[in-house]
């Protein structure tokens, strides 16, 4: 059996995981447990998903073979290309998967939280192609440093609500999301953008982001006849770096999720309960949440995935930080090397790679490069100084 | 439905005084509010059965905004649930306390841990509002040891096959969730919260509490029509938020006068 198999029927992956969800909400994950269970064992639905990730996000993403870092670095470096999709990033693949299983139960209206805007801009997108109403709650300080984003989103249909509670942040957008649907969830889904939240959220959103991971592996074979020996994705709920996991979890391959030194949840190993889900969380000495700090809005979370913390728990996959100097130096050098402007949330993972390449002499990396960078040459102007 | 063989103080109490012809009224304050303790004197005073004192949390997903701002300020001013429940012990009021508090209290301190403080602090009750039936095994029995009582939420989207399952491990009262949405004041008593109640009151003899949206004196009244009595949160804290203690004692006087019929 595969390690990334399903969790357990309390929705854990080891210790981690559950449903820690308000009463209110406790029939409404029950019933997209079982819709997701359905819909994932009936052909008619994985083809109609199938069909979209085909023929309208662009799927299967390409993988790029980076000869001028590879020769700066010393190492072999694929990417996976998942900011070639519809939307510009990974997150249209759960996007897809979660609209249509919305329309299957019946509901007629998604909400979604966004950090970066990148899952914002997805959940907007489905919802225009599907006939759903949106809302999308983003931390007032993202919209601010995302305005390209915003904007998209209300182009594409949905309202966009900026979240002035706590830090203003992604925590608090989920806050605000999570508050929507304890009013909404007879008639809403909540289209939670990452591999968080109760159960079945992180198994469901893993699913939808294994095709990363398949289409990987058999590129990699492909191009070097042989897994990768390293798989760096960057992590802040941590869902590209699960897609991407899952294709080489039972493999030899080394397994890196990059955080950002300003959340780095897993580095703490600290357990608790927030966002309906036991995880590692950065929390104060009672408990309290944590504000993250990171440059980049899509890694600004003080908690991870639970089923990385079960997989950084048993070894099977590393979890170093990066800081935002670091991160910034990295974004210009894929820019300037490669021709790509990396998301700033990718440019964590090459951070990682810029960093450790000494001791990967000649090894295949593959990096998962989750999303293009477009929506933050507006706020690299202002650091790198126009 | 059966129930635990020996209730604890606080059912023990509210059910002596249902028998007594007597409706419950719970207020709602937020520990470590600048005011607060003068605020939980001021609503005994003025006719709670019980208080709910809530230890703030960062990420409060079931309260609106007037309790999220109550829980900010708490937390800007310093108050963890060591000071709150320290302060608490010097409250000296003659009615049963409760705490509410977001899971991550407890399991941050440790459940044996967390029961053994609030015991210590002299509290007979806990909410945990964001710890459902399925995962609040290990909470409840520690609880149950350490003698408080966890009394269980129940929302209106509970199907008829979940409700007994809930009612069957609600210690003290059943906490029976108003209406679709967070703490907050509304205009009007959704109905989903006699709704509820009905549909509770069916099934158990423990009491039945509507809260969540009973935002004034004649919604109380109206919840009691069905319910057992009423929690009340924002619509007190935001008097104490906007006048004070004093605010609080008239505002608690005058839902306990109407709900006293």
Redesign the interface.
Known sequence: MSLMAQPSD?GRFGEFG???????????CQELEAAFVDAWADPQYRDELHQLLRTYAGRPSIITECHNLSEQLGIRLALKREDLNHTGSHKINNVLGQALLAKRMGKKRIVAETGAGQHGVASATAAALLGLECKVYMGAVDVERQSLNVFRMKLLGSEVEAVH??SRTL??AV?EA??DW?????TSHYCLGSVMGPHPYPWMVREFHRVIGDEARAQSVELWGDVPDVAVACVGGGSNAIGMFSGFVDDRTRLVGVEPAGGAAVSRAQ??????M?SY?M?DE????QEAHSISAGLDYPGVGPEHSYLASIGRAEYPNVTDAEVIDAFQLMARSEGIIPALECAHALAWIVRAAPEMKGQTVLMNLSGRGDKDVAQMMDVLGG | MSHQLQPGTLETLFRARRAAGHKLLVPYITGGLPGWQDAVRAAAAAGADAIEIGIPFSDPVMDGPIIQQASQTALEAGATPVSILNETRSLDVSIPLAVMTYYNTVHHAGHERFAAQLAGAGIVAAIVPDLPLEESGPWCAAADLAGIETVMLAAPTAPDARLPLVVARARGFVYSVGLLGVTGERDTLAHTATALARRLKAITDVPVLVGVGVSNAAQAREACEVADGVVMGASVMRRLLEGGADAVGDFVGDVRHAIQY
Not at chain 1, 18 to 28: C, D, K, N, S, Y
Not at chain 1, 271 to 276: A, L, N, R, T
């Open positions: 309390t559950g449903r820690f969800v308000p009463e209110t909400l406790v029939p409404a509670s706590g925590k608090d806050n999570m508050r304890v009013a909404t969830v007879e357990p608790g309960v927030v966002h309906g036991r969380l929390q009672y408990g309290q949440v």
